[in-house]
């Protein structure tokens, strides 16, 4: 019932800068939050950053400083800017959206699809 899209993934050299989109679309009434997590290979997927629909954002102490999350509420989309990449910030970057649906006003927490981001020279 919800669908999400991720965008922006790809390879980068050391230093660079990408961003990261994921748009949520279905029969959603209302989202309270929106996060980025990661998984890198061997390792456990992990937050890399939340928002939520008051603006609050919450990031990890390996990308604070060099991430800044954001969101479009008309849109429901979530951004996640990252600059001065490394090489240990490659990893399948998941997209999560939580909130209300409009059937039953049942809660729901999705995941995209995953979209891949390499940082190597």
């Known amino acids: 019932q919800v669908q999400l899209v991720e965008s922006g993934g790809g390879l980068v050299q050391p230093g660079e800068s990408l961003r990261l989109s994921c748009a949520a679309s279905?029969?959603?009434?209302?989202?309270?939050?929106m996060g980025w997590y990661r998984q890198a290979p061997g390792k456990q997927r992990e937050l890399v950053a939340v928002i939520t629909s008051g603006g609050s954002a919450d990031y990890a102490d390996s990308v604070k400083g060099r991430a800044t999350i954001s969101r479009d509420n008309a849109k429901n989309t979530v951004y996640l800017q990252m600059n001065g990449l490394k090489p240990e910030d490659t990893a399948v970057y998941y997209c999560?959206?939580?909130?209300?649906?409009?059937?039953?006003?049942?809660?729901?927490?999705?995941w995209g699809q995953g979209t891949q981001v390499t940082v190597s020279s």
């Open positions: 999560n959206v939580r909130g209300v649906l409009v059937t039953a006003m049942a809660k729901f927490a999705s």
């Open positions: 279905g029969s959603i009434f209302s989202i309270y939050a």
